[in-house]
Each structure stands twice: as C-alpha cells, then as structure tokens.
C-alpha cells in the first residue's frame, strides 16, 4: 500500500539554522500540506501547496518558511532561522483529485531545536 | 472559522468493553467531511474513519462507529471490543469539501484500554 514517507525522522538544530524537513507524498496524489504539533497539543495546518503553488496558508506560516517540489517527487519544508518554538512534530500528508477530502498523513519529522 | 471541540482529554476503559469519544464542530457551511484519527505513541497520524455530510447513514469500519448527528454538530466515535492496540490519542477532525481545504482538528482524547 503506497504511503507518504518523511526524512529525517528526528531533527536536532540550534536556534538560528536553517532546517530542511523533506517529504515524499504518495505519487498520484496533486495535493500536499504541512501540519504542525507542539508536543501536547493539537495538530495545526501550516500550508497546503497544489499545482506548485502554495493554495492556503495559515498565520503561523510567516516569512520564515518556505515550501517546494522540487523535483516532481519531493515536497520539502523550510525553516529558515529556527527559533525555539519551531520545536514540534512536523506532518506533511498528501491527498489525491478524487477524494480530495482524504488526507493521508506521513510519520512525522520531530524537530527540535536548542 | 470551522472549530472542533473535544470535551474529554483523557479516557480509560477494560479491555473488550465499548467506549465513545465526543467531538462537537462548529461551521456555517453545510458540505464537509469528518474524520477520526488516532496517534498512537509512535505519533503517526493514522486515518480510522470518515463520515461525509450529506449522508445520512452512520460510517462503520469493523469495530469503529460512528454517531452523526449532523443539526446537533456532533460526531462521535464508538469503539466497541475495545483492545490494547486502541490506546492512542484520538483526534477529530473536519474538512469543507471546496476543493484543496486544510483539515481542523480538535485538541484531542487520550485513550488507555486498560488490560
């Protein structure tokens, strides 16, 4: 069964790197999206990206990040100065044009940054 | 706004016995789809059931259930034989069905099947 795959599976960086979460959806599918959660707390939608380009994206999605598919396989999330809030789960999911409704989500990319 | 309520951050049942989790949405629109999600410890967000709006019949997928009650804005989750491997934290969540929309989840419940 075909599923969504993310690299690393843990992170370590400190405050002020760039960080490089990396992401491959499922390949049928043409929509992706970045979610978010702080250990503890609920899962938060940061960006969904279609058609190489970003279609939404919420107030935590500030300048900072940034998304791509670079290469028609990858989807990638960027962080460019980490700060110490940026430490979370991080989720990409991807979902297909017949059932847009059904996102399915990768195992996740802690990050943590001291 | 959509929000997503859950009532119960935590929850603990015997093994082999039924229990329902609550979740509460609030929206003006009227097309969109439900979800219950479980992450276990491993924090893999694994899709358990989904339920479409406009259907009236209640969405089952073997020992999970659910109770639309769509004026009411309700949408819980019965499981029922409960087992060892349900103990996860179990998110609701809803999505509009306008094409590429973001899912909105609830702050979730803690379930412990107790052996």
């Known amino acids: 069964e075909p599923e969504v795959t993310q690299t690393p599976s843990h992170q370590v960086t400190q405050m002020g790197q760039e960080v490089i979460l990396r992401c491959v959806p499922i390949s049928n599918h043409l929509y992706f999206y970045w979610y978010r959660q702080i250990l503890g707390q609920k899962v938060e939608f940061l960006v969904s990206f279609y058609n190489n380009e970003i279609s939404e994206k919420s107030e935590i999605f500030d300048d900072q990040f940034s998304v791509e598919r670079p290469d028609g396989s990858n989807f990638t999330l960027k962080i460019r100065s980490t700060k110490l809030e940026d430490s979370a789960m991080y989720f990409c999911a991807s979902g297909s044009a017949g059932s847009l409704h059904e996102q399915y989500f990768g195992p996740g990319t802690r990050l943590t940054v001291t | 706004a959509q929000t997503v309520t859950q009532s119960q951050p935590e929850m603990s049942v015997q093994e082999a016995e039924t229990v329902t989790l609550s979740c509460t949405y609030d929206?003006?629109?009227?097309?969109?789809?439900l979800f219950w999600y479980k992450q276990p410890p491993s924090r893999q967000m694994i899709l358990v059931i989904r339920q479409e709006a406009y259907k009236q019949q209640n969405a089952t997928e073997n020992r999970f259930s659910v109770n639309f009650q769509k004026a009411a804005k309700s949408f819980s989750l019965k499981i029922s034989d409960s087992q060892l491997g349900d103990t996860a934290m179990y998110f609701c969540a809803f999505i509009l069905n306008f094409g590429n929309e973001k899912l909105t989840f609830g702050t979730g419940t803690r379930l412990t099947i107790i052996p």
């Open positions: 929206t003006s629109e009227s097309n969109y789809y």
